[in-house]
């Protein structure tokens, strides 16, 4: 009976994990396009990488030690296995070419960076949203309350979040590659 319940625990797990790879489209604009590990943002802005490798190259692993997310990050190729203290990076693309951003120690898998950063946080249990304003400004937790204090130099934009229902702030667009609550950003006179 256990065997069973993790069997579908996990096939749940990686279904979502499966549906949240294809909403996480790749706009990050950087040089490099490797996988590896940001020690800064500005490391990022510049594309350098440290210890970069082609994406999906097998054998080729970036991800938190375990499962959970406030694990250090794990650079493992056939040759070597580096540990990164999550505390002393920036940010990493993953193996699967996936940019992660490292904030107060929490892994945030950047989902859209087109107008407000769009980051998931997913765990066993539950699945959380957040947002920063760019890929270097704090992240926080997606509620309304902190668009209003993030956004309060923007009114026309809270206006336009306040008409939409929260429910519909993460359907994605697929011919342009957004969250409408991304597009109601480009709408802004």
């Not at 706009?27 to 440290?50: P, V």
Request: charged share 25%; aromatic share 14%.
């Amino acid at each position: 009976m256990k065997g069973r319940k993790l069997s579908l625990i996990l096939l749940v797990m990686i279904a979502i994990s499966r549906k949240n790879d294809l909403l996480a489209q790749n706009h990050h604009s950087t040089l490099d396009n490797s996988a590896g590990i940001y020690m800064t943002y500005e490391d990022f802005e510049r594309g350098e990488s440290m210890n970069g490798f082609t994406p999906y190259q097998k054998n080729h692993t970036i991800w938190p030690q375990g499962f959970f997310k406030y694990k250090d990050i794990e650079l493992k190729t056939p040759d070597t296995t580096v540990v990164y203290k999550r505390s002393d990076i920036w940010g990493y693309k993953d193996h699967k070419g996936s940019l992660i951003r490292v904030f107060n120690n929490r892994h945030y898998k950047v989902l859209c960076d087109r107008g407000m950063i769009i980051y998931i946080i997913y765990s066993p249990t539950r699945t959380s949203y957040h947002f920063s304003r760019t890929l270097s400004d704090e992240v926080f937790h997606l509620t309304k309350k902190n668009l209003v204090a993030a956004y309060a130099d923007s009114p026309d934009l809270l206006h336009r979040i306040d008409s939409i229902k929260k429910k519909h702030w993460l359907v994605w667009d697929d011919r342009n590659e957004y969250f409408l609550l991304n597009k109601l950003m480009f709408q802004i006179d």
